[in-house]
């Protein structure tokens, strides 16, 4: 059953799609990020609009689109048996001829013949007939009318008449014709009410037929007859239900792959504009890296000079506390067009890792030394935990050291004076190495820390803090850890501090090779 109706509705999805292109049904509207939700909305009720319009002007209560679509199902199906059904009536007409004359069986099949002809020969012209909505109904009784007149040809043969005895020939009679109404039942129930047409005049023939000799036999077997037109009339409306639900899952189809090809466009054309921007910003920062970073030493060499008084005594003592704060601003810029560099070349695929042998506990050793200074100007305390033999991990030393150094820039910036920060190297559950800093600041909302994971994301406190900073620290060590296979994780409560937790994989990690044994050792255990 299911391969038929899939049969049936084979066409379906090409016509559906075509009146959906050519009068808009299902084609969505260019959208952008913006208006993309109104405009799903203007289109839903726009669909239902068309779909409430199309009900009321169809005289079966679906869509136009699909009672086109079920004529074009009818009609193939009428054609593709157009040569069985003579087949099928030579071969009744030849076994009938045991109890019909030869020349009654003759004129049968002749009839027969005509009208499956007339039928075939409609079901042609529709085909080729270019569908419009005006000409359906006209289509529809036309075919209901060939429905009848087969129906009345095939029940022909129940009148014919016979000889040797009346309980055979009626019998073999009955049967052909439950075999006739079946066929027509399911050729035809793509158009409910010329299957019920077609099978009622072979029914109303053996009522009538099977009542005439008075028997018990041929009663009951009338009654089960129109049993049998109940049943085939109530399935050929099941099959139409079916058929009208697949058409419906078809149409809803071609709807999401519109949207998909939509949307794809969309997607395709928002990936060219961004690959576009990527291209000139990374040209922007390879043409304004040089020009930015030539003057910036020039300021930062002269600031220097005039902060240390190397060519002699400032005049106004001011001028020495305006050159510190010269040479410290040029600091920060320049700084700041390191970060923006490394964070573009990470993010274009550029960053080579340079893998070597490191040590994790060293790494860390030697940053808590460069910031040791700055923290004690806060008296900030930096204790530190390293996990005994250690053994080396395969990473970028300059990268891994980036990342500690921003990961205590951090904490040391927005720990209060006399606070705490916590430098913790040791190993993981999984086998990998981890370092770990935690400090005693106010800590960052919990609803404000993907906010801070971003590009240029900088949370409330970090606006209050005297020392600006920005916002690349924590997405720079985010990055630069998943180029190594590991992830990076901060976990922060207000008023609790903040802790921030590298963690790189076992793969990472260097196992010390066993001991080669010697020549000698191998051949005294021999």
């Known amino acids: ?25 299902i084609v969505p509207d260019v959208a952008t990020a913006d208006n993309r939700p109104d405009q799903s909305r203007r289109r839903s009720v726009s669909h239902e609009i068309r779909e409430a319009r199309e009900r009321l002007t169809s005289h079966t209560g679906t869509r136009l689109a699909f009672d086109v679509e079920l004529l074009r199902a009818y009609a193939g199906n009428q054609r593709g048996i157009a040569l069985m059904v003579p087949l099928l009536a030579i071969v009744i007409a030849l076994m009938s001829t045991v109890w019909v004359p030869w020349a009654n069986a003759v004129t049968w099949l002749a009839g027969v013949f005509i009208g499956n002809g007339i039928l075939t020969f409609m079901c042609r012209r529709f085909e080729l007939a270019p569908s ?20 009345v040809l095939w029940s022909a043969l129940l009148f014919l008449p016979t000889h040797g005895g009346t309980t055979s020939p009626l019998i073999f009679m009955f049967a052909v014709m439950i075999v006739i109404m079946a066929m027509r039942t399911l050729t035809a129930s793509n158009l409910p009410v010329a299957s019920v047409v077609g099978t009622l005049p072979i029914t109303v023939g053996i009522v009538l037929r099977f009542t005439i000799t008075g028997e018990i036999l041929h009663i009951v077997l009338a009654g089960l007859a129109i049993g049998a037109q109940v049943f085939f009339g109530l399935l050929a409306r099941q099959f139409h239900t079916t ?21 794809k466009s969309v997607s395709d054309e928002a ?15 390879a043409t304004m890296s040089h020009e930015l970073r030539t003057p910036l030493n020039a300021i930062l060499g002269f600031s220097e000079v005039l902060k240390d008084e190397l060519l002699g005594k400032h005049a106004i003592e001011a001028y ?9 601003s040029g600091e920060h810029l320049l700084n700041l067009i390191n970060e923006i560099l490394d964070l573009s070349r990470i993010e274009a695929g550029r960053y080579q890792l340079k893998e070597e042998a490191v040590s994790l506990s060293a790494i860390a050793d030697d940053c808590r030394h460069l910031l040791k200074l700055k923290a004690e100007q806060r008296n900030i305390r930096i204790s530190e935990n390293f996990e005994a033999a250690l053994p080396r991990i395969w990473a970028d030393e300059r990268a891994i050291r980036q990342v500690v150094l921003n990961l205590l820039s951090n ?11 916590s430098l913790v190297v040791g190993w993981t559950a999984g086998g990998g190495q981890y370092v770990s800093v935690s400090d005693t600041g106010p800590g960052i909302p919990e609803d404000e820390i993907p906010t801070v994971l971003q ?3 900088r949370g409330s406190l970090a606006h209050k803090n005297a020392e600006e900073g920005s916002g690349l620290g924590l997405p ?22 903040t802790v921030t937790i590298a963690t790189l994989p076992s793969e990472r990690v260097m196992k010390a090779l066993p001991p080669m044994a010697r020549p000698s050792d191998q051949r005294s255990a021999a």
């Open 271 to 285: 990936r060219r504009r961004a690959e576009e921007a990527n291209l000139a910003k990374s040209r922007f920062l």
């Open 1 to 25: 059953m299911q391969v038929f109706l899939d049969s049936q509705a084979t066409s379906a999805t090409v016509l559906v799609r075509n009146r959906a292109l050519t009068k808009g049904d």
């Open 243 to 263: 058929v009208l639900a697949m058409l419906g899952l078809r149409a809803e189809k071609d709807v999401l792959i519109a949207e998909l090809e939509q949307a």
């Open 132 to 151: 419009h909505p005006n000409g359906i109904e006209r289509w529809r009784r036309r075919f209901v009318a060939a429905e009848f007149l087969n129906g």
């Open 411 to 421: 904490a040391i910036k927005f720990t209060p004076n006399g606070g705490e920060v």
């Open 320 to 328: 020495k506390e305006y050159s510190a704060d010269i040479h410290k």
């Open 455 to 457: 590009t240029f994301g």
């Open 476 to 497: 720079i060590v985010t990055k630069l850890v998943e180029l190594h296979g590991g992830t990076f994780q901060l976990q922060s409560k207000l008023r609790e501090g």
